[in-house]
Structure formats: structure tokens, C-alpha cells
């Protein structure tokens, strides 16, 4: 990992910025860049930001050596009659992970998932879920840091792990 990156608890005047992460997550594909207005009003993409920060909302922000912020990974409890697409259950938050692409392949997203999953697991839910696409590099990480494929979609899947 870079040596310059902290890890800090988000709050809820980050909200902009956990907005611009999920902006990348959405448009993780090269050359599949939907704009910002788009991505943060569409239906699919808002229920993971709005009325950020609930109570059963929590989060990390990683930031680079001169205290800017370079990506975020965070999690929210949606109710079962509007999931999404990394639902499992009631009970079970969903993570969202978003690094800046100029910080990527640099151990950030590793260190935020790492941090997150212990995160939840302290604020007591024995599981998180993620949806990830098929073909996302970030499938890997996320085999590798423990989750496992609960769920499969057409061009989807929903991983999920253990906290503790």
C-alpha cells in the first residue's frame, strides 16, 4: 500500500465526496463514463448516497500524504422492499467502494475494503454484501479479501462475506 494513504472515519460533510466515488464506481468500465447528474439521480445509484449520513450509515475515507481525500468505501441497511443490487437481507448492509483512478493499483481500495469489513463487524453486523459486475477487476480483490458469490445476475454478481 502507499505509504501517504490514513484511513478516517466518514461523516456526514463527505457526502459530496462519497458521491464523486460512487460517480467511479458506476463508471468503473473505460470509456463508459455516465455523467455525474445522471449516475447520482438515477434511481439504481441514489438509494446508496441519499439522506447520507443515517444512523445506520458508516464509512471510510482514505486520503493521500497531503490530507486529500482519494477514495471511500461505505455502507447502508436498505429495507427489503427497496434493495439494492447487492441485497441479501434486511439485516445485512451493502458496501460501496469508490477510489479515485489515479490512486488505483495502489493498495487504497484494499486497505478500504480491509477497513470497512471490520468497521461493520464493530458496529455488530455479522455480514456485508457488494454487488459487482462480472467483468470488474475489482471481483479479484474482492475474492481474495473472503467474500464469496451469494447471488448471480444476468451481468452480476452479489458477493458476501463474514465480518468476524
Same mark, same amino acid.
Given at each position: 500500500?502507499?505509504?501517504?494513504?490514513?484511513?478516517?472515519?466518514?461523516?456526514?460533510? =463527505?457526502?459530496?465526496?462519497?458521491?464523486?466515488? &460512487?460517480? +467511479? %464506481? !458506476?463508471?468503473? /468500465? !473505460?470509456?463508459?463514463?455516465?455523467?455525474?447528474? +445522471?449516475?447520482?439521480?438515477?434511481? +439504481?445509484?441514489?438509494?446508496?448516497? %441519499?439522506?447520507?449520513?443515517?444512523?445506520?450509515?458508516?464509512?471510510?475515507? %482514505?486520503?493521500?500524504?497531503?490530507? @486529500?481525500?482519494?477514495?471511500? !468505501?461505505?455502507?447502508?441497511?436498505?429495507?427489503? =422492499?427497496?434493495?439494492?443490487?447487492?441485497? @441479501?437481507?434486511? !439485516?445485512?448492509?451493502? &458496501?460501496?467502494?469508490? @477510489?479515485?483512478? &489515479?490512486?488505483?493499483?495502489?493498495?487504497?481500495?484494499?486497505? &478500504?475494503?480491509?477497513?470497512?469489513?471490520?468497521?461493520?463487524? %464493530?458496529?455488530?453486523?455479522?455480514?456485508?454484501?457488494?454487488?459487482? +459486475?462480472? =467483468?470488474?477487476?475489482? /471481483?479479484?480483490?474482492? /475474492?481474495?479479501?473472503?467474500?464469496?458469490?451469494?447471488?448471480?445476475?444476468?451481468?452480476? =454478481?452479489?458477493?458476501?462475506?463474514?465480518? /468476524?
Amino acid at each position: 500500500m502507499d505509504r501517504g494513504i490514513a484511513l478516517r472515519r466518514a461523516a456526514q460533510t =463527505d457526502a459530496k465526496f462519497l458521491g464523486d466515488m &460512487l460517480v +467511479e %464506481a !458506476a463508471n468503473w /468500465r !473505460a470509456g463508459g463514463v455516465r455523467p455525474r447528474h +445522471e449516475v447520482l439521480t438515477s434511481p +439504481e445509484h441514489r438509494r446508496y448516497l %441519499a439522506g447520507w449520513k443515517r444512523l445506520s450509515d458508516d464509512g471510510l475515507v %482514505a486520503t493521500g500524504g497531503d490530507g @486529500v481525500s482519494v477514495g471511500a !468505501a461505505w455502507y447502508r441497511v436498505l429495507p427489503q =422492499d427497496a434493495p439494492g443490487f447487492g441485497f @441479501v437481507g434486511a !439485516a445485512v448492509p451493502e &458496501l460501496i467502494i469508490g @477510489v479515485h483512478p &489515479l490512486w488505483r493499483a495502489r493498495g487504497v481500495g484494499r486497505s &478500504l475494503l480491509r477497513g470497512i469489513v471490520q468497521l461493520a463487524g %464493530a458496529e455488530g453486523h455479522a455480514r456485508i454484501s457488494l454487488s459487482v +459486475e462480472r =467483468d470488474n477487476f475489482a /471481483r479479484n480483490l474482492y /475474492r481474495a479479501e473472503g467474500f464469496t458469490v451469494v447471488g448471480e445476475g444476468a451481468t452480476r =454478481d452479489t458477493m458476501a462475506r463474514r465480518t /468476524r
